[in-house]
């Protein structure tokens, strides 16, 4: 089973984390736009489960995620399940509708420009983003992927690296969480 682990924390200042990071040895990977299309569940509630349903289409490739229960309350550790399909708009419509059908509620969008880094951190391999959300505002991600049995080292080097970096105080709340309060929309409603 694979587990995503994530911290997340506002960006007051982009240019100084982007130097940080390099000076670490953090590779910068790439910057694209994402957009995420969350759906709820017919039979249960996202937003009180504390999961998430989204399609993400990047440029051309697109891939569907569920992410579980979180399972920690120090960092955002969930199973995570994330599937790639094929690539183009039009399978990302299809795939919509098709779960429509089936009774899954849209929730939101949720758009943002997304620069990559890989850094190699407490001997872990550690994915870490600087997002600029749509109608949110910017934020810095770490996460890494882990298994059952190393989930805890995993935690503690992402918590490492944000002490390092001068993060104290994580946001736990998704980004569709933090834009649907923005606009202040109930995330059970069809949008």
Known sequence: MTYEVELKFELKDRDA???????L????QATEVQQDHYFNHPQRDFAQT???FRIRSSGEQNRVTYKGPILDSQTKTRKEIE???ASGQSTVTQLEEMLVDLGFRPVYKVTKTRT??????????LEITLDRVNQVGDYLEIETMTNEADRDEGRE???????HLGFKHPERRSYLRLLLEKLEIDGTADV
Do not use: M, T
């Open 83 to 85: 599937i790639p399909f």
């Open 50 to 52: 504390d999961e998430a």
């Open 25 to 28: 040895g953090a590779v910068e």
């Open 157 to 163: 080097a992402i918590l490492k690296l944000a002490k």
């Open 116 to 125: 990559s880094f890989s850094l190699e951190w407490e001997n872990r391999h």
């Open 17 to 23: 984390i982007r130097v940080a990071l390099q000076k």
